[in-house]
């Protein structure tokens, strides 16, 4: 492989890889459609050539045909006045007109023939413009679907990806963790409120036991002097006395026991 033809390659793989980049579905489809509307022009405006040139071509057979019926009369004339030699160039004239209008008709028919093509080559493409137009509309409608998808995709892609998304769980993280604390200490609260409600009841259920044991001790330690009743000799008062404090000594030592085993 020689050398040019390898540097030919790659330029043109290169120029064909920059012309794939560079198309855009939308402006080929519109440029298409273009493109087929001037081929449409230009085939209309050659059948109008073709129906033209065959109407001349009709108008030169009529007159040849005209022309060739006049010199046959002429001929017919000069034979009827006897002039045999006007006759002949009359009839020279004739077979001149008919070759000519012979040649014209093979062209004409030519030209129908050529013409009938045309025109369905015309209504050929006028059908398949209108069906490009059709399918263009629905390619540019999937064209802008897929490019919405596209870039749909590539969004959540992103959003996925980026530290946004990161930062966003991090404070929401955060917040539950707020939440959790905020919790934590309303119930450490309504703890230390219920503990310190249950020491006031138990230091009042304390305080009426004790008020309860002074009233007894109180009662236990006045003497019983009922009206009615004789009085006691003094001796015998004062050995009743020493025994009741000995009795009092003795349920206060107990109750300091209780208390220290509390």
């Known amino acids: 492989m020689g050398l040019f033809d390898r540097v030919s390659r790659v330029v043109r793989a290169n120029l064909n890889d920059l012309v794939s980049k560079a198309e855009d579905p939308e402006k080929i489809l519109e440029q298409s459609i273009l493109d087929m509307q001037e081929d449409l022009v230009q085939l209309r405006q050659g059948v109008a050539q073709s129906i033209a040139a065959q109407k001349r071509t009709e108008q030169q057979y009529n007159q040849s045909q005209s ?9 017919r004339l000069a034979l009827e006045k006897g002039d045999e030699n006007l006759a002949r160039q009359a009839l020279e004239r004739k077979k001149t007109y008919s070759e000519t209008a012979i ?3 093979a062209q004409l028919d030519n030209q129908s ?3 009938e093509t045309l025109k369905r080559n015309l209504i050929a493409l006028e059908s398949k413009i209108s069906e490009a137009k059709t399918k263009k509309d629905m390619l540019k409608a999937r064209i802008t679907a897929a490019k919405a998808q596209e870039q749909l995709q590539s969004t959540v892609g992103r959003i996925g990806n980026n530290n946004a998304m990161a930062a966003f769980e991090r404070m929401e993280e955060k917040v539950l963790m707020q939440e959790a604390r905020a919790q934590s200490a309303g119930e ?3 703890n230390n409120l219920e503990s310190q409600f249950a020491a006031l009841e138990a230091g009042s259920d304390v305080d009426d036991e004790l008020a309860a044991l002074k009233a007894q001790v109180q009662n236990k330690s006045l003497p019983a002097t009922p ?4 009085q006691l000799p003094q001796a015998h008062q004062q050995s009743t006395g020493s025994q009741s404090d000995q009795v009092i000594d003795a349920e206060l030592e107990q109750l300091k026991k209780q208390l220290d085993q509390l």
């Open 113 to 115: 023939g050529q013409i």
């Open 227 to 230: 009206q009615h009743q004789p």
């Open 103 to 105: 040649t014209l008709k």
């Open 188 to 190: 450490l609260v309504g």
């Open 67 to 75: 022309e060739a019926t006049k010199w046959e009369r002429n001929a």
